[in-house]
C-alpha cells in the first residue's frame, strides 16, 4: 500500500469545495447536546484525515493511519461522490483494505455484511473490519447516520488477531462502557483533526485505550493454564506461585495462602507434578528473569527484583547453572541472535 510522502488532506465528501472554511463543532454535529469546544472542520457533514507515517512511527507496535467522521442525510446517496480510491466501493462489490478499521455508529441506523453475515447497525453500535476482510457497509437510506471512524495497524493489532484477543460478536465489538468509549473515540478524532496533516505518537496511545475497551486479557504465555492438574492444592499452588514470585516467596508462603501444612503441600506436588515446591519457585523466577533479559533493556538489578530473586549472586548462580552463562552474556546471546539485519 502507498503512503503519502508528505500529509495531506483528503476529505470523503463531494469534491466541490466551499468558498469559506466552515466552523463547527463535531461534537454538536454528531450529538446536538454534548457540549465540547469547537473546533476548525473543512465541511459541514463530513472529514478525514490520511496521516503521514514517518519511519519511527512505522516501527511502532500500532500507529493510526486514517481519521475522520461523517453524517448521511437520510435518502442521501452512499458512498459519496469524491471518496477516495484507496477507499471508494459500491455495495454490489463492497472493498477489502489493507489495515485495520473501527467505526462508531452515533446516531441512524444502518447495515454491514463480512464473510460472517449480515449485522444491523444502530445507534451506539461499534464494528471492526481487519486487514484482508472483504466488507460493505450502509446507512438504512429512511434514517441516514452519524459515525466516527478511524484506521490503524501495526505488529500490535496483528497480535491481538491471531491471539483472538478482540471481543467481538462477528464483527461488532462488544463494550462494556459505551459512554466512555464514545467519549475517547471523540477525543481521538479531534486530536487528529486539529493536528491538521502532522501524525503523532499520541494518536497511537489513545487509538490503545480506545482499544483496550473490547480487548480479552490473555494468559501471560509463561504462566501454566490454573487448574491443568486436576488437584485443588496443586493448582492453587500454581497460580500462587506464577502470580507471586516477584515477592521472594517462599515454600512457607505457598502453604500459608493455600491454608495447608507444608508437609501436605510438598506430597501433592510430588504425587501429582512429580518434583518439589522450591523447583517450581525457582523455575518462575528463572522464567521472568530470562524474559526480561531477552525482551527489555531495563538494568540487572530491576531483573533481580521483578523476578524474585534475592540478590545478585542468586541470580547469578542460577542461570549458570541452568544456561551456562552469567544473566549478561545470556541477554547479549539473546538479543544479539533476535536482532534485526542492519539496512543496506
Not at 14 to 39: F, T
Not at 223 to 249: E, L, T, Y
Request: proline share 6%.
Amino acid at each position: 500500500m502507498e503512503r503519502p510522502d508528505k500529509g495531506f488532506y483528503s476529505s470523503l465528501c463531494d469534491n466541490r469545495q466551499p468558498k469559506k472554511p466552515v466552523k463547527i463543532c463535531i461534537m454538536a454535529l454528531l450529538q446536538p447536546n454534548h457540549a465540547l469546544p469547537c473546533i476548525s472542520m473543512r465541511h459541514a457533514d463530513c472529514s478525514a484525515h490520511a496521516l503521514p507515517l514517518h519511519d519511527r512511527l512505522f516501527h511502532e507496535p500500532l500507529y493510526v493511519t486514517h481519521a475522520g467522521w461523517e453524517r448521511v442525510a437520510p435518502h442521501q446517496s452512499y458512498p459519496r461522490p469524491g471518496h477516495p480510491s484507496y477507499y471508494g466501493f459500491n455495495w454490489e462489490e463492497g472493498r477489502v483494505l489493507g489495515e485495520f478499521c473501527v467505526s462508531l455508529i452515533t446516531s441512524g441506523q444502518g447495515e454491514l455484511q463480512t464473510r460472517h453475515g449480515r449485522q444491523m447497525l444502530r445507534t451506539g453500535d461499534a464494528f471492526l473490519y481487519s486487514p484482508g476482510e472483504w466488507h460493505r457497509h450502509r446507512p438504512l437510506p429512511a434514517v441516514g447516520w452519524s459515525n466516527l471512524w478511524f484506521n490503524f495497524n501495526g505488529s500490535l493489532p496483528h497480535r491481538w488477531l491471531t491471539e483472538g484477543n478482540f471481543r467481538l460478536d462477528k464483527n461488532l465489538v462488544r463494550v462494556a462502557s459505551h459512554r466512555l468509549f464514545e467519549a475517547q473515540f471523540r477525543h481521538l478524532v479531534e486530536s487528529v483533526d486539529a493536528a491538521g496533516t502532522r501524525n503523532s505518537l499520541l494518536f497511537s496511545w489513545q487509538a490503545i485505550g480506545l482499544l483496550a475497551h473490547f480487548l480479552a486479557d490473555a494468559p501471560a504465555v509463561d504462566q501454566p493454564d490454573v487448574n491443568r492438574f486436576g488437584d485443588s492444592v496443586v493448582d492453587g499452588a500454581m497460580d500462587f506461585i506464577w502470580s507471586q514470585s516477584h515477592n521472594q516467596i517462599s515454600v512457607a508462603d505457598v502453604a500459608r495462602n493455600l491454608g495447608v501444612n507444608r508437609r501436605t503441600l510438598e506430597r501433592h506436588f510430588r504425587t501429582v507434578i512429580g518434583s518439589s515446591i522450591l523447583k517450581e519457585i525457582q523455575r518462575c523466577r528463572l522464567s521472568r528473569a530470562g524474559l526480561l533479559l531477552r525482551e527489555t533493556e531495563v538494568p540487572i538489578k530491576y531483573v533481580i527484583g521483578r523476578a524474585g530473586f534475592a540478590g545478585y549472586q542468586q541470580l547469578r548462580h542460577a542461570f549458570h547453572k541452568h544456561f551456562s552463562l552469567s544473566p549478561e552474556k545470556y541477554r547479549l546471546k539473546a538479543q544479539g541472535s533476535a536482532r534485526p539485519a542492519p539496512r543496506p
